[in-house]
């Protein structure tokens, strides 16, 4: 079979459509800047539409439940350019919330059982995809929230670890939106497009160039198509580059987004979790591993060869199963008839999340162990 649409090294790809990404402070105007987006549709996730006022320049959908949104088809959204998601945070709860009713899919505590959680995902990521095929860009408007360590305070989107990762890796612009005062003393709305230690951000579009990354808001009664230029002006960069040029800007974001992370942890945990997303493969892989390594030093922390982690020497700390871990365990009691309750005491500890990570493997095949004995509880 002939390779259709081939693309050499040295030709830039065509970009028709990108997602973009800003979360904010409250009431700083975050769904009235979507509406200046080209001939948008908004899906209202938090129930707030009414005060964007004159500035609702859009079609607005106030969502229920989740098939409100996810069942959407390429007719629907034909008279539309851009699809907005206010705010994406309620948006993820959303899609939780309905994988939540459906029989089968939470744990004794009510959470999403793991598969339901990876159903979850897909199905998020799923309808992203399905809409970007139609030629339509995406907006998602985040809430801000604030982190301290030590002196520097640290702005970031109000998500989950694993959630806000993927947004990251699925946006190509992504900008805190904050009050600023300028030079002649007024305070202003302004996008920060540059990640620094002090917010998170990505700019693969190049925007603010001569500015720091730092575009100033104008007044959006009379800028009516402010986000809609911008986001031309993104296409317009990244139309420019190519494959090549693509990929060595996209390990440059990685690197430094990663660097921006080490920067804020505190605990060794959270240097645990971006161990984990080292990649050996990645072109700054000895940059990052090294970046990290001083972190920890910084911080106290020591690698504990047995547990293959990071601890705190000045903390008698409990390393337990993690949430994955915890749901298997689960999921193998269940389909095993074994009670759970029972097991636990049994184990001589209060839940599951009691077992130590360290004994993980053994306590699977200590169940199935059990089972093949014939000695399951009921």
Request: with cysteine.
């Amino acid at each position: 079979m002939a390779l259709i649409n081939v693309v050499r090294a040295d030709e830039p790809i065509h970009v028709e459509t990108i997602v973009a990404y800003y979360y904010a402070d409250p009431d700083i105007g975050k769904s009235s800047l979507a509406f200046t987006a080209n001939a948008p549709i908004l899906f209202d996730f938090d129930k707030g539409v009414h005060r964007v006022g004159a500035l609702r320049r859009g079609t607005a959908v106030q969502v229920q439940k989740w098939t409100d949104v996810s069942n959407v088809t390429e007719e629907d959204l034909k008279p539309f350019k851009t699809v907005v998601f206010d705010t994406v945070g309620t948006m993820l709860d959303c899609v939780k919330i309905y994988y939540q009713g459906i029989k089968g899919n939470t744990q004794r505590d009510g959470n999403l059982t793991l598969k339901a959680q990876g159903y979850a995902g897909n199905d998020f990521i799923s309808l992203i995809n399905r809409i970007r095929s139609y030629g339509k860009d995406i907006v998602f408007i985040g809430h801000a929230e604030e982190q301290r360590n030590d002196d520097l305070l640290i702005h970031r989107p109000s998500m989950t670890g694993k959630n806000r990762d993927v947004l990251y890796r699925i946006s190509d612009i992504m900008a805190y939106l904050t009050y600023e005062k300028a030079a002649d003393g007024q305070i202003v709305r302004v996008l920060k497009f540059q990640a620094s230690n002090s917010h998170h951000a990505k700019n693969s579009g190049n925007l603010g160039a001569d500015t720091g990354g730092n575009i100033v808001l104008p007044n959006l009664m009379q800028a009516q198509t402010f986000f809609a230029d911008l986001i031309q002006q993104a296409k317009d960069h990244l139309n420019i580059m190519t494959p090549a040029q693509l990929e060595t800007m996209k390990a440059i974001e990685q690197r430094d987004q990663f660097f921006a992370e080490c920067d804020q942890a505190i605990y060794a945990s959270s240097i645990n979790e971006l161990c984990e997303q080292l990649d050996k493969d990645h072109v700054h892989y000895l940059e990052m591993r090294k970046f990290l390594k001083a972190k920890s030093l910084h911080l106290g922390f020591v690698y504990d060869k047995e547990k293959q982690k990071f601890i705190d020497p000045k903390q008698n700390t409990f390393y337990g199963i993690s949430p994955e871990q915890r749901d298997h365990i689960q999921e193998l009691l269940a389909q095993l008839n074994i009670d759970i309750v029972a097991f636990c005491e049994e184990q001589g500890i209060d839940s599951l999340m009691g077992i130590e990570a360290e004994r993980f493997n053994d306590v699977v095949a200590y169940i199935n162990t059990k089972t093949n004995q014939g000695t399951a509880t009921a």
